[in-house]
């Protein structure tokens, strides 16, 4: 599977973005697929993740309420919606595919496939 993450850019405080994570291949659907940040100087972090069927979804506490993950199996896209913007959401963000247990979801080696990465920078 090859990823193919979209959609950062420049924003405000309080403002919103869409990314958007285009695989390739036949198999999406069989993929739960998961949503990381970076910045810099920092770990790589946790945001959200959804099952294969789209049927349970998954966030980090922090993010909860601001931040909606979801996918289309027919287009073979996931995507993040990020509203409220925070200038600590600032961070490159990444998109993953992998088959994870729940106790391992939020763990970013369990993910097999990785898209390049998007910048999101929210100014204040």
């Known amino acids: 599977v090859q990823l193919q993450a979209s959609g950062g850019g420049l924003v405000q405080a309080g403002g919103s973005l869409r990314l958007s994570c285009a695989a390739s291949?036949?198999?999406?659907?069989?993929?739960?697929m998961g949503w990381f940040r970076q910045a810099p100087g920092k770990e790589r972090e946790f945001v959200a993740a959804?099952?294969?069927?789209?049927?349970?979804?998954y966030y980090a506490d922090s993010l909860k309420g601001r931040f909606t993950i979801s996918r289309d199996n027919a287009k073979n896209t996931v995507y993040l919606q990020m509203n409220s913007l925070k200038p600590e959401d600032t961070a490159v963000y990444y998109c993953?595919?992998?088959?994870?247990?729940?106790?391992?979801?939020?763990?970013?080696?369990?993910?097999?496939?990785w898209g390049q990465g998007t910048q999101v920078t929210v100014s204040s």
């Open positions: 993953a595919a992998g088959r994870p247990i729940l106790s391992a979801l939020r763990a970013h080696e369990s993910y097999y496939y």
């Open positions: 959804i099952r294969r069927s789209g049927g349970s979804t």
């Open positions: 291949g036949h198999t999406f659907s069989s993929y739960d």
